[in-house]
Every structure is written in C-alpha cells, then in structure tokens.
C-alpha cells in the first residue's frame, strides 16, 4: 500500500468469495475493508444454502414421522407450523450474519454497511459519500434469481423471498429445471402444499447423469409433484385472491404462489465498472483470468459475479486463491476439474466428475456399474422408494471419472467417495476395500 492509499484491499460484497478474501488477505497482513450494502454472509448465508437446507431438514420431518410408526413410535397428531419454522430459521440467519461479521472484525478488516461504488482503478465511492483508495479492488457481488420480462411477474416470488412468506401456498407453481426449482419442489410438497413443476423443456438437471436424474423424476412424480414439460408461463394474473397462470403448452394453472427459478444474473448493475474500464462478456459477467484478474489490472472478481461456476465451495477457494497469490505470496489456482455437487431434493442425488455420456464423449470406450436398492430403513417403513448409485469407469485405464448417487443422504456420502474421485483412484481400490455393513455407502464398494 502506497501511502496516498486507505487500503491495501476494498472488496465489495460480504458474501462467501468476499469474507474468505478478506479474511485471509487480512492474516498475510494486508490493511483491508469490505462494503456489503445488505447483509454480511451473501446469498449462501442469508438467503441460500444455509436456511434452505435448513427448509429441507423440516421437510424430512414429514416422511420420517410416517415411517415412525413402523419403527414402533407412536405419532398420533402430525400438524405442521409454517410460521415456527420460518422464523427459526430466520433467526438462525442472523446469528449466521453475527458470527461472519465477528470473524471479519477479529481479523481487523474495516466494515462499511452500504454500497460503494467505483470511481477508478484504485477508488471507490460510499453511498455516504466517503471516497476511499485500495492498492487492490475485489469485486464479490455475487449474482441474483433472473425473472422474465412477462406480465404480472410483480406477482411471483423468487427463492429470495421464499423464506420470509407469510403463510404456505396451498398451491404453488415452481418454474425452472434446474437444482433450486426441484429443491422447493420437493419442500413444499413435503410441507403439504400441492406442487407444480413447470419447465421450458424436457430436460431436468443437465449437468447431471440422465439415469439418476430420470430416477428423481420417478420418484417426484409418484409423491405427488406435478410436471408440466414444454411449457411457459405467458402471464400471472390476480384474481380474488388467487393467481391465475396462463400457460402455453398446458392448461392454464391457478395458484396461491408462484415461484421462478430460472436460472441467476451478476450483479454488476451501478457498481461504476464502465468508468474504471472493466469489461464484462457475453453474459454480463465480469471477465477475469485464472488469476481473476480483470480487465483493469488493478481490479479482481470472484464468486457468481464472474459466471464460472455458481456454488458455494468455489466462491470461497476462488477468494482464498486471490488473497493467497496477491497477499501472501502463495501463487494459487483454482482446479475446476472435479467439483463435487448435489440436489437436496426428496431424496437427495449427488455428483462428482463425468457423467456417463460426457465420458463416452470424452474417452469412447467407458464401463459403468450400478446398484439399484432399498435403504434398509424404507424396506421396513414400507417405502418402495429406490436408490441408484452409478460409478462411470475409463475402459482403458480402470480410472473411476464419475459416482452419481440418488437415495437417502447421498451428498453426506458423496463428499468422502469425491476424495477418491479427484486422487483418481480405480475401480480396483473400490473393489478391495472392505464394506462397511449394514450401510447404504457399502454399495460403493460392492458393485461388480
């Protein structure tokens, strides 16, 4: 830091990417502040991952309270309570908020609660008006739900405001093929509100393999969800209370909510990056380097801002790489090769590597192995439900490229097998470790 300069370090956006940056430039003894004009803890905290999952533990309570009885627990009133959990969770949140702001202030980092904006290669401006100077500039703005421009969209919800209802729809319309709109898909029905899938295409999940994604369809649809494939949502109209959907490619729906997950946009509205030269792709997210070096030498991004891969974990290893090269002399990448992932719907599926066809694309000849069961928990509660574990083999090498899992707990077990997936274990280190029985992640391990 030069001495004309406040900082060696201003980021902008308290989120996952912007407190890990902070915090570990911070330790390698950088002077630092960061500006977040709404919450410290970003969308994971506030108003994502954790109170989602969250959601999700409460509506496992449903099936778990129906299987109870034959585990010989008698449960003679279920009756679920909207508004305890909402605010249980809520206040969760901001003992979430209270511990990141703790952490950023134990590792002296200044924190100013509004917006900036920047002015230059090395200035932001407050929205107090307070101009401050940075050796360095790291964008962490995150990303925002995209809503279509149709009439009536001021009628719809997205997964911001999912978590601050006033009471459950007894019918909801959900919009969206991707992981959040089967993730609330999955939750509402469970909570007891009749649920409707609507999706542009036929294709759920893309990034996943088609087998285990086929499967969590089966499933949904057998519980009680409602697909519409090929089929959009033309207006939202309100009608004595209620809201009337007009489709195209079904019958129109009626609905107490409608909630779109259709996807996720940058924020880089306002934020001053066309007066400090910064470009931004076709997409409109801010374009970075492997460094996540910006157009402007002097100005960073890390996490959804960036457009490279929208999760949790990245943003946080992308801020710690950035704080690591540039504070601590520790030159870093990010490997974006093998990133674990999961679908915390009912039941959950989780995924590392490449699925089946990515790897007859990639390598040609591949082998796959599978094991399609019962938990031993739904044999005796009486739930047919299914669970499919898949491993995608290189033909050439025995290299294990991939592991799918639907089933109970599949992304708590996926986390342990991703280890062997990113050291590129074989297909015969699963076949001579030893099964840990009675499990359902012994499946791993015996499939042949």
Not at 117 to 144: C, D, F, H, Y
């Amino acid at each position: 830091m030069s001495a004309r300069e406040d900082f060696d370090l201003f980021v902008i956006g308290a989120g996952s990417g912007g407190v890990r940056a902070s915090r570990i430039a911070a330790a390698h003894g950088a002077k630092v502040a960061v500006a977040e004009e709404f919450r410290v803890g970003g969308t994971c905290v506030i108003r994502g991952c954790v109170p989602k999952k969250l959601l999700v533990y409460g509506a496992h309570f449903a099936e778990d309270l129906n299987d109870a009885a034959m585990f010989g627990w008698d449960v003679p009133v279920k009756r679920f309570d909207w508004p305890v959990l909402r605010d249980n969770v809520l206040a969760e949140v901001t003992r979430l908020e209270s511990a990141y702001t703790d952490t950023l202030s134990s590792h002296d980092v200044s924190i100013f609660h509004e917006r900036a904006v920047l002015t230059g290669p090395n200035s932001v401006q407050l929205a107090s008006g307070k101009e401050v100077t940075a050796g360095k500039i790291l964008i962490a703005t995150g990303a925002r739900p995209a809503l279509p421009e149709i009439a009536g969209i001021e009628h719809a919800i997205t997964s911001n405001e999912v978590f601050l209802l006033e009471r459950l729809p007894k019918r909801i319309v959900i919009v969206g093929g991707g992981y959040i709109a089967n993730e609330f898909a999955g939750i509402f029905l469970e909570f007891g509100s009749q649920v409707t899938l609507v999706n542009r295409s036929d294709v759920m999940l893309r990034h996943y393999d088609q087998q285990i994604v086929d499967r969590l369809i089966q499933i949904s649809v057998k519980k009680g969800i409602d697909f519409k494939f090929n089929a959009q949502i033309d207006r939202i109209e309100q009608r004595g209370g209620r809201l009337h959907v007009a489709m195209t490619g079904c019958d129109d729906l009626q609905a107490d909510a409608v909630l779109f997950a259709t996807g996720r946009v940058p924020n880089v509205e306002e934020l001053g990056l066309d007066s400090a030269g910064v470009e931004l792709n076709a997409r409109g997210a801010i374009k970075v380097d492997e460094d996540n070096r910006s157009t402007v030498p002097s100005i960073f991004a890390v996490g959804d801002v960036t457009d490279r891969v929208q999760l949790t974990p990245v943003a946080i290893r992308e801020g710690q790489a950035f704080a690591d090269t540039f504070f601590g002399k520790i030159p870093t990448r990010v490997d974006y090769g093998c990133i674990p992932s999961a679908v915390f719907s009912h039941p959950p599926l989780a995924s590392v590597g490449l699925t089946e066809g990515q790897a007859r694309n990639k390598l040609g000849s591949v082998k796959t192995y599978s094991s399609d069961f019962r938990a031993m928990k739904n044999v005796l509660a009486g739930r047919n439900e299914r669970s499919l574990y898949k491993l995608v083999v290189d033909a050439a090498t025995d290299e294990i490229v991939g592991i799918h899992m639907i089933g109970p707990d599949a992304p708590e077990i996926l986390q342990a097998a991703a280890i062997a997936v990113k050291a590129k274990l074989k297909k015969s280190d699963f076949d001579a470790t030893f099964a840990l029985h009675p499990t359902m992640s012994e499946e791993l391990v015996l499939m042949r």
